[in-house]
């Protein structure tokens, strides 16, 4: 069964600093990949999501993120993160090639944003 | 946001007890799921829906059961809770591109 790996389960940053959050999911095959972000006390929302085509994708609130299929990663990255950014950022997968009905997610990684 | 609505939002119950958490979608969609969020687990899926009465095991399924007897609701039933069930559940909807929208969570806690 497909897995997803987020390297870092806790990140702090300060206003203004880079994000690169890293997820790497387990083997090859047409996949979809998604970031999810939770606010604190809130569900899941949809970040950004790479189906096909150009492998740098943009999202909301000025995240990106970029499918390496060579290396099975699938980056988020924001060049200047605000305070509003605290939240929990899940990678997730769909292994399109098991029938794609299933999302596997990675366990998460919380971050904080000091002013 | 999408039109998901989950019932209860907050229980509590003791070891032993039958739970039954409810999905209630209003967008008419195909596929539905719930999983569960812990700590250091990221969501874990217990089971999913393909259609009325169509359904499937996740990865963390034992204990858990769930029915869709119609296209809009989705339950799930912990026929027995016990501790290790404490957790907060999250209904989803969504296509089989993986595109998941989520309800708001039901905070389950077993005494």
């Known amino acids: 069964a497909q897995s997803v790996s987020q390297h870092n389960h806790h990140v702090i940053l300060s206003e203004a600093a880079s994000l690169e959050l890293g997820c790497n999911y387990s083997y090859g095959g047409t996949v979809n990949l998604f970031w999810y972000v939770q606010y604190p006390g809130q569900h899941l929302q949809l970040l950004l999501k790479y189906f096909s085509g150009d492998p740098l994708v943009k999202g909301i609130k000025g995240f990106e993120a970029e499918f390496i299929k060579s290396k099975f990663s699938f980056n988020l990255r924001k060049p200047s993160v605000q305070w509003s950014d605290t939240a929990e950022y899940f990678c997730?997968?769909?292994?399109?090639?098991?029938?794609?009905?299933?999302?596997?997610f990675g366990t998460g990684t919380q971050l904080k944003v000091e002013l | 946001d999408a039109g998901i609505t989950q019932s209860p939002r907050h229980k509590v119950t003791e070891t032993g007890t039958p739970v039954t958490l409810r999905c209630h979608q209003t967008?008419?969609?195909?596929?539905m799921y719930w999983y569960r969020q812990d700590p250091g687990h990221g969501l874990r899926l217990i089971h999913y829906?393909?259609?009325?009465?169509?359904?499937d095991k996740g990865e963390v399924s034992d204990g858990y059961s769930v029915s869709r007897s119609k296209t809009e609701d989705f339950l799930l039933t912990l026929e027995s809770a016990t501790s290790s069930q404490t957790s907060v559940y999250f209904c989803a909807i969504g296509a089989n591109t993986g595109e998941l929208f989520f309800g708001e969570g039901s905070r389950l806690t077993v005494l």
């Open positions: 997730a997968v769909n292994d399109l090639t098991g029938g794609g009905n299933k999302l596997t």
């Open positions: 829906s393909y259609g009325v009465k169509d359904t």
């Open positions: 967008e008419n969609h195909r596929y």
